[in-house]
Structure formats: structure tokens, C-alpha cells
């Protein structure tokens, strides 16, 4: 059982950076995919970013790429986004995902998100 709890969300201006957070739960911590998604109001949930393993490769979505990174840090089972150069379509709720097998849409654990609002 993993639990996740992000932070780090608020309300930015255009063009500032974020770094969002995630602390999770669980003595198999190292051993998880972990990734960050997305739901923008309307809109489906998107896939961000995601780390598959302890030092496995990280993958990010063409929609960020360039802009967002994602590190972990396993001793202290944190997993980061840093967020770059915000625009007012990045405002959504952002969700932790984690799960025993790889990086997909339908991870098995997730957070409850945190509110970024970008004004323009």
C-alpha cells in the first residue's frame, strides 16, 4: 500500500516556475513507477511526466516537455516536478500517481492533487 500526498500548488502569475511535491508512503518506495499528471477543468486527465523504477527513464509529455522536469529523491521518498515558464494553460489540479509495474495511464495509487492556477 502506498499513499501520496502532493504539494506545492497555487496560484503563480505567467511565466513563473513551481515546484511541486509528492510524499509518499511505503517501505517499497524505490521500487515504484512514480509520475505526475494533470486534469484541467473540462478536460480528461493527462499524463506529464513519470519515472519508471529507482533509476529507470523518465518520460515527458510533448505538452511539457522542456519545461517540466521530474527527480525523486529515494531516501526521502519524495518525487518532485519542477515547472517552468507557467502559462495560464497549465492551471489544473496535479495528481502523484505511483504503481508496483510501470508507467501508464491507470497507475494503482494516487494522491489527491493540488490546485495550480496560473493568471495571466
Known amino acids: 500500500q502506498v499513499q501520496l500526498v502532493e504539494s506545492g500548488g497555487g496560484l503563480v502569475q505567467a511565466g513563473d516556475s513551481l515546484r511541486l511535491s509528492c510524499a509518499a508512503s511505503?517501505?517499497?518506495?524505490?521500487?515504484?513507477?512514480m509520475g505526475w499528471f494533470r486534469q484541467a477543468p473540462g478536460k480528461e486527465r493527462e499524463g506529464l511526466s513519470c519515472i519508471s523504477g529507482p533509476e529507470g527513464s523518465t518520460y515527458y509529455s510533448g505538452s511539457v516537455k522542456g519545461r517540466v522536469t521530474l527527480s525523486r529523491d529515494n531516501a526521502k521518498n519524495m518525487v518532485y516536478l519542477q515547472m517552468n515558464s507557467l502559462e495560464p494553460e497549465d492551471t489544473a489540479v496535479y495528481y502523484c500517481?505511483?504503481?508496483?509495474?510501470?508507467?501508464?495511464?491507470?497507475?494503482?495509487?494516487w494522491g489527491k492533487g493540488t490546485l495550480v492556477t496560473v493568471s495571466s
Open positions: 500517481a505511483a504503481d508496483i509495474t510501470s508507467c501508464h495511464r491507470e497507475m494503482k495509487y
Open positions: 511505503g517501505r517499497a518506495f524505490v521500487t515504484y513507477a
